[in-house]
C-alpha cells in the first residue's frame, strides 16, 4: 500500500493507492442435478456499475464515493476513482461544507453494500491470505510425480507447482469463475465441475499432451470431451530462483541489521580512539559524523538493494505466470459457459462467438464483486486494426462460417500471434456486447438455439443484429478503427 499526501488551495487528501494482483470475491456454490437455472436478469458486461454517492463542489467538481463523517467543520469522503481498464484505487477525502453544492445519498441497504465492498478491497490481500491458508490443500501423486490436490465447490484442482503457488492459483481461480456467475449468470445448475490440471513444468505439460495425442501450442486448453484444462507454466523454475534471490536478499538483511546494531559502538569506539589520539573536541565531532553519515550511506544502499530484488522478484513472477494466468482466465471461460451457461447438448454457441468471448474476459480487472471488462483487449485490438487498415481486411461472411477447425489450427500453432480469425472474433464478440448489447436479450437466445442452427451462419446472424451483414461491416470496421485503448 502506498500514501500520497497532496495539497491543494481547497482541501487536502490522502490519495491511497492500491496495487494488489487479485480481488477477492465470495465463493459461489454449484448445486445438482443438471437442470435449467432460475432466471436471472443478466449483469451489465463492464461489470463496472456501483451505485455511488456524489458530492458536487460550488466550483463545479463532483466526485462520487462514499460520505463519511460529517461536522459544521469537514465532511469526510472516500472517493472511488475506477478509470477504464485500470485498477480501481481510492482517495480519502476533506471538503469544507462551505464549499459543497449538493450531496446525492444513496439509501441506506445501497450505503451498507457500498461500505462492504470497499472495506473488502481495502483489506484484500489479508482476506486473501486467509483464503489461502483456509483451503484445504492435500499432497498426492500423479504418475509418480508430486502433486496438490483441491476439490472445490466450482472445479477440482491438480497441481506439480508447490504448495503456496498452488493456493494462490486457487484463489484466483475461485474469483474467477465466481466473476462469470456475475457477468454471465448460470442457466443450468450442474452437479459436473471442470478438472483443472496445472503443470509446474513445461515439459510436463508437453509430455500430458503429448500422451493424449495432441499438437497444441498454447500454455492451456479447455478439452471439451474430458471436461478438462490443462495448464502449463515455469512456476517451479520459478521458484528456484526465487530461492536464490531470497537467499541474496537474506544476507543484505542480516548485513544491515548487523551494521545498524553495531553502529553505535563504533561510534563510541571511534570517538574515544581520537580522544586518546588528543584530537581537538571539535575535529572529533566532525570525525565521527563523518563516519556516521558513511555509515548511514551503506544502510540507504543495501535498503535499495532490498528494494530492487523485490522488484526483480515482482517482475519475474509477473513474466513467468502472467501467460499462464492469462490462458487459463480464456480457457476457465470456456468451461464455464459449456457447464453452466450454454451446454452444446442444449444450445449452439458458434466458435468464433466463444473464442471472441473467452478473449474479452482473459484481459479483464477482478475487482472485490465484480469482472470489469469494460477496456479493449489491447493485443487484439492492435492486430484487427492494422488487419483493418490492410489491402485485404478478413470478411466477416468468412469469421462466420469458420468451423471449430479453424480455430483448432491455430491452437496448434507455434506462431507468436494469433490468427486473423482470433482477434477478428474478439472484435466482433466486443462490439456486440459494447454496442450493440445483445448479450442476454431474446435475440441472441435465439441466436443461440439449435433451431437458428439449421439458418446459414450469414442469415442467422442478419436476424441477430437486425440488418444486412454488408450494412454491419460496415458500421463495426468504422467502429474498431475509431476504437481507442482506453475506451
Given at each position: 500500500?502506498?500514501?500520497?499526501?497532496?495539497?491543494?488551495?481547497?482541501?487536502?487528501?490522502?490519495?491511497?493507492?492500491?496495487?494488489?494482483?487479485?480481488?477477492?470475491?465470495?465463493?459461489?456454490?454449484?448445486?445438482?442435478?443438471?437442470?435449467?437455472?432460475?432466471?436471472?436478469?443478466?449483469?451489465?458486461?463492464?461489470?463496472?456499475?456501483?451505485?455511488?454517492?456524489?458530492?458536487?463542489?460550488?466550483?463545479?467538481?463532483?466526485?462520487?464515493?462514499?460520505?463519511?463523517?460529517?461536522?459544521?467543520?469537514?465532511?469526510?469522503?472516500?472517493?472511488?476513482?475506477?478509470?477504464?481498464?485500470?485498477?480501481?484505487?481510492?482517495?480519502?477525502?476533506?471538503?469544507?461544507?462551505?464549499?459543497?453544492?449538493?450531496?446525492?445519498?444513496?439509501?441506506?441497504?445501497?450505503?451498507?453494500?457500498?461500505?462492504?465492498?470497499?472495506?473488502?478491497?481495502?483489506?484484500?490481500?489479508?482476506?486473501?491470505?486467509?483464503?489461502?491458508?483456509?483451503?484445504?490443500?492435500?499432497?498426492?501423486?500423479?504418475?509418480?510425480?508430486?502433486?496438490?490436490?483441491?476439490?472445490?465447490?466450482?472445479?477440482?484442482?491438480?497441481?506439480?507447482?508447490?504448495?503456496?503457488?498452488?493456493?494462490?492459483?486457487?484463489?484466483?481461480?475461485?474469483?474467477?469463475?465466481?466473476?462469470?456467475?456475475?457477468?454471465?449468470?448460470?442457466?443450468?445448475?450442474?452437479?459436473?465441475?471442470?478438472?483443472?490440471?496445472?503443470?509446474?513444468?513445461?515439459?510436463?505439460?508437453?509430455?500430458?499432451?503429448?500422451?493424449?495425442?495432441?499438437?497444441?501450442?498454447?500454455?492451456?486448453?479447455?478439452?471439451?470431451?474430458?471436461?478438462?484444462?490443462?495448464?502449463?507454466?515455469?512456476?517451479?523454475?520459478?521458484?528456484?530462483?526465487?530461492?536464490?534471490?531470497?537467499?541474496?536478499?537474506?544476507?543484505?538483511?542480516?548485513?544491515?541489521?548487523?551494521?545498524?546494531?553495531?553502529?553505535?559502538?563504533?561510534?563510541?569506539?571511534?570517538?574515544?580512539?581520537?580522544?586518546?589520539?588528543?584530537?581537538?573536541?571539535?575535529?572529533?565531532?566532525?570525525?565521527?559524523?563523518?563516519?556516521?553519515?558513511?555509515?548511514?550511506?551503506?544502510?540507504?544502499?543495501?535498503?535499495r538493494k532490498i528494494a530492487a530484488l523485490d522488484r526483480k522478484n515482482a517482475a519475474r513472477f509477473d513474466e513467468v505466470?502472467?501467460?499462464?494466468?492469462?490462458?487459463?482466465?480464456?480457457?476457465?471461460?470456456?468451461?464455464?459457459?459449456?457447464?453452466?451457461?450454454?451446454?452444446?447438448?442444449?444450445?449452439?454457441?458458434?466458435?468464433?462467438?466463444?473464442?471472441?468471448?473467452?478473449?474479452?474476459?482473459?484481459?479483464?480487472?477482478?475487482?472485490?464483486?465484480?469482472?470489469?471488462?469494460?477496456?479493449?483487449?489491447?493485443?487484439?485490438?492492435?492486430?484487427?486494426?492494422?488487419?483493418?487498415?490492410?489491402?485485404?481486411?478478413?470478411?466477416?461472411?468468412?469469421?462466420?462460417?469458420?468451423?471449430?477447425?479453424?480455430?483448432?489450427?491455430?491452437?496448434?500453432?507455434?506462431?507468436?500471434?494469433?490468427?486473423?480469425?482470433?482477434?477478428?472474433?474478439?472484435?466482433?464478440?466486443?462490439?456486440?456486447?459494447?454496442?450493440?448489447?445483445?448479450?442476454?436479450?431474446?435475440q441472441f437466445d435465439a441466436y443461440l438455439s439449435p433451431a437458428a442452427a439449421?439458418?446459414?451462419?450469414?442469415?442467422?446472424?442478419?436476424?441477430?443484429?437486425?440488418?444486412?451483414?454488408?450494412?454491419?461491416?460496415?458500421?463495426?470496421?468504422?467502429?474498431?478503427?475509431?476504437?481507442?485503448?482506453?475506451?
Open positions: 500500500m502506498r500514501f500520497r499526501i497532496q495539497v491543494t488551495s481547497m482541501h487536502t487528501f490522502l490519495l491511497v493507492s492500491i496495487c494488489i494482483l487479485t480481488a477477492w470475491l465470495p465463493t459461489a456454490r454449484a448445486e445438482s442435478p443438471s437442470r435449467p437455472a432460475a432466471p436471472v436478469d443478466p449483469s451489465t458486461l463492464a461489470g463496472a456499475d456501483w451505485p455511488l454517492e456524489r458530492v458536487t463542489l460550488k466550483d463545479g467538481k463532483s466526485y462520487q464515493g462514499l460520505i463519511g463523517a460529517e461536522t459544521p467543520s469537514s465532511v469526510d469522503f472516500i472517493e472511488v476513482r475506477r478509470p477504464k481498464g485500470k485498477k480501481m484505487f481510492l482517495a480519502m477525502r476533506w471538503f469544507d461544507p462551505k464549499a459543497i453544492a449538493s450531496f446525492e445519498r444513496l439509501d441506506a441497504l445501497e450505503r451498507q453494500e457500498l461500505r462492504a465492498k470497499l472495506e473488502k478491497y481495502k483489506n484484500r490481500a489479508l482476506v486473501e491470505g486467509r483464503q489461502m491458508e483456509d483451503l484445504v490443500v492435500t499432497p498426492a501423486k500423479h504418475d509418480g510425480v508430486p502433486t496438490w490436490e483441491y476439490e472445490g465447490q466450482l472445479f477440482s484442482l491438480e497441481s506439480t507447482a508447490d504448495e503456496p503457488m498452488t493456493r494462490r492459483l486457487i484463489v484466483r481461480l475461485e474469483q474467477i469463475f465466481t466473476a462469470y456467475q456475475q457477468l454471465f449468470p448460470p442457466r443450468w445448475v450442474t452437479s459436473g465441475r471442470v478438472r483443472i490440471r496445472i503443470f509446474g513444468a513445461t515439459d510436463q505439460y508437453r509430455a500430458t499432451l503429448k500422451d493424449a495425442g495432441l499438437a497444441i501450442k498454447n500454455p492451456a486448453v479447455f478439452l471439451v470431451d474430458q471436461n478438462t484444462i490443462l495448464a502449463g507454466s515455469e512456476l517451479n523454475r520459478f521458484d528456484a530462483e526465487l530461492a536464490q534471490i531470497n537467499r541474496h536478499h537474506l544476507e543484505i538483511k542480516q548485513q544491515l541489521d548487523t551494521l545498524i546494531a553495531e553502529l553505535p559502538a563504533r561510534l563510541k569506539e571511534l570517538g574515544e580512539t581520537l580522544k586518546e589520539n588528543n584530537v581537538p573536541a571539535g575535529e572529533r565531532q566532525k570525525i565521527v559524523a563523518a563516519e556516521q553519515r558513511k555509515w548511514e550511506d551503506q544502510r540507504k544502499n543495501a535498503r505466470a502472467g501467460q499462464m494466468f492469462t490462458r487459463l482466465a480464456h480457457e476457465a471461460f470456456h468451461a464455464y459457459l459449456e457447464i453452466q451457461v450454454y451446454p452444446r447438448q442444449v444450445y449452439d454457441v458458434p466458435r468464433w462467438l466463444n473464442e471472441g468471448l473467452a478473449q474479452t474476459f482473459e484481459t479483464g480487472q477482478l475487482e472485490v464483486d465484480s469482472l470489469r471488462i469494460d477496456a479493449p483487449n489491447l493485443t487484439a485490438l492492435g492486430l484487427l486494426q492494422s488487419d483493418l487498415r490492410g489491402e485485404r481486411p478478413l470478411e466477416l461472411a468468412e469469421l462466420l462460417n469458420a468451423g471449430s477447425e479453424t480455430f483448432l489450427s491455430d491452437h496448434g500453432s507455434d506462431r507468436a500471434t494469433p490468427s486473423r480469425s482470433y482477434y477478428y472474433s474478439w472484435g466482433l464478440a466486443y462490439y456486440l456486447a459494447f454496442e450493440q448489447g445483445v448479450f442476454g436479450t431474446p439449421s439458418l446459414g451462419s450469414v442469415e442467422r446472424f442478419e436476424r441477430l443484429v437486425g440488418m444486412p451483414l454488408a450494412e454491419f461491416q460496415a458500421r463495426w470496421r468504422k467502429a474498431m478503427l475509431d476504437l481507442k485503448p482506453t475506451q
